[in-house]
């Protein structure tokens, strides 16, 4: 009883002192291991959404904790830029190797990640010395962040319309449209930015024919291909990288959500080319890529790379995929997604299926009004897509009534 009313006091004192940005359910999470939360009265939740694609090893790792204690043992969480520390340096070592990539500049978020490569992007055009050189294409429901110029990469008027005018010169195509590609690239073209698997806008994957033309495209023009893997990167989809399942490699790409399990990072990872126009001074962040959260991204990217955790995000995923496409309610429009990034996307909208969800010991997060998208921590089990296709049967056919 004591319990609950802790929760009451946790949840009265959110709705007093934050800035109401949130909406979020009545329970208050307190502990995890593995796959599961739990509330302070004790309930368990199987968690389908994993911090928003954040928590790639679940809760309570060994190693994350270990990784922490190792690093605040020397003392130090923190130096700045200022100086050189060991972590960072071999986590980018690590990223350069395990990618197409030759150097990396680190951020701490996603949205912070995309702007810095908007910039590298926007310096490499600046010494083309063609001053109209400053344009970025994106694409229909593309997400980058919420920061004002990733905002206005992230084409949502819901997102927008509050805060503009936003950044000049983004011209937006349509995601999967060939001809609409080649209507918004040309010579004044800076960047082109996409999801090679779009997250918030749904869960859609880029074709394979739509992603080359844009790489030749970008090519002919001499634009950077920006690829945004902040959600669909780090084995999500079954390879370590999105791109890999692809015909194309980008020029830069964006990391961020599960790099550090759950501390905040983000990353630009690039070309020596493209990095060879950056020079002391043109980019700079206090905290970003600081020892302690380092060292946990290092461990995090060693276990996942691992060619059978690999296998078995492949495996879990496509296990998941395919008992999405089994359930055969009238409700259902669509199943999709790629490892385990999955979307069911319903006739109705999916908040009340969200909210059964909470009831049933679940954790699920939509992605737009009538779509729910799987993101669950990496570890999940084939027994746990039969756990969640059982309990989401049963609550489709409760909202089906
Ligand atoms: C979440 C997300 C971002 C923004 O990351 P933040 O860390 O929230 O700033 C950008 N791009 C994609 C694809 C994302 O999923």
Known sequence: MSENTDAQAVIQAEHDYLV??????????????????????????TDWVAGIAVNALGYNDAG????????????????????????????????VEKSFADRVFFSNSGA?????????????????????????????????GRTLAALSLTPKEKYQKPYKPLM???????????ESAKGAINANTAAVILEPIQGEGGINVATDAFLQVVRDLCDEHQAILIFDEIQCGMGRSGTLWA????????????????????????AILCTEEIASH???????????????????ASYI???????????????????????LEELNSPLIVDVRGRGLMCAMELKVEV??????????????????????????????????????VEKVTAILEVVHA
């Open 168 to 178: 000049d010169h983004v011209v937006v195509a349509e995601f999967n449209n060939i």
């Open 20 to 45: 109401q940005t949130y909406v979020r359910p009545d329970f208050v999470l307190q502990h995890g291991d593995g796959m599961t939360l739990y509330d302070d009265a004790g309930n368990a939740y």
């Open 351 to 388: 908040a009340p299926v969200i909210k059964a969800g909470y009831e049933n010991g679940l954790l699920m997060v939509n992605a737009g009004t009538n779509t729910i998208r799987f993101v669950p921590p990496l570890i999940a089990e084939k027994s746990d897509v039969d756990e969640l």
């Open 243 to 266: 791109y890999e399942q692809t015909p194309v490699v980008p020029d830069i790409m964006t990391l961020a959500k599960p790099l550090a399990g759950g501390l905040p990072i983000g």
């Open 112 to 144: 912070e990640a995309n702007e810095g490569a908007l910039k590298f992007a926007r310096r490499v055009a600046y010494d083309s010395g063609n001053a109209n050189k400053v344009e970025v294409v994106t694409f229909s429901e593309a997400f980058h």
């Open 301 to 323: 990217l060693e276990r996942i790379s691992q060619p059978q955790f690999l296998a078995h995000i492949k495996e879990v995923g496509d296990y998941l995929l395919e008992r």
């Open 64 to 95: 994350i904790a270990a990784a922490m204690q190792q690093q605040t043992a020397t003392g130090i969480i923190h130096t700045s830029n200022l100086y050189f520390t060991e972590p960072q340096v071999r986590l980018a070592k690590a990223l």
């Open 278 to 296: 950056l020079k002391p001074g043109d980019h700079g962040s206090t905290f970003a890529g600081g020892p302690l959260v380092t060292n946990v």
